[in-house]
């Protein structure tokens, strides 16, 4: 059976965002996301943080934060809209982990190949170079990584700490 213009039409509506509909929280990923009423504006029921829509782009924003973030619908989730149509390359993680394991290497090669005075008072300090070369590097790729995906941590850790001193409360 070929759907008709008609069936097509509503099927699109459907998952449409629009002020009737209930969606998602896209930052606890726990709550519902509905129109408040008499307002230009969208709530949750669990976090209670306030959304600007933008019916004719598809567009939610978080309005009661400093931090700008959006995301856009697709019908069944959100997507944040700086990535729409970026898709994650393999060259990305290979790119992220040179980033991290080069400097560590090198810095390990040049302690191995002028390894301190086995007794002497820095021998110690190559390793501790390296641990630390490491670490800022890494913190460097998952402070990039949670740019790109955009993950509200803060607040959704501020939500859920927020439920669990509710749950006591009560
Ligand atoms: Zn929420």
């Not at 629009?18 to 129109?35: K, N």
């Not at 978080?62 to 990535?83: P, Y």
């Amino acid at each position: 059976m070929l759907p008709t213009a008609e069936n097509i039409e509503m099927m699109k509506n459907i998952n449409l965002l629009s002020e009737r509909g209930i969606y998602p929280c896209p930052v606890c990923r726990c709550g519902q996301v509905t129109a408040m009423t008499l307002m230009e504006a969208m709530n949750c029921d669990t976090c209670f943080h306030i959304f600007a829509p933008d019916w004719e782009q598809q567009r939610l924003k978080l309005a009661d934060s400093e931090v700008a973030l959006t995301w856009h619908w697709t019908g069944k989730r959100w997507k944040d809209s700086s990535r729409a149509g970026f898709e994650s390359h393999w060259g990305y993680w290979l790119g992220g982990l040179l980033f991290v394991s080069l400097p560590t290497i090198l810095v390990g090669f040049s302690a191995y190949l002028f390894p301190p005075l086995p007794g002497s008072r820095g021998a110690w300090f190559p390793l501790v170079w390296m641990g630390i070369v490491f670490v800022t590097h890494l913190i460097c790729l998952l402070w990039l990584v949670i740019e790109y995906y955009q993950f509200p941590f803060f607040l959704y850790f501020q939500t859920w700490g927020q439920r669990w001193r509710d749950r006591r409360g009560s």
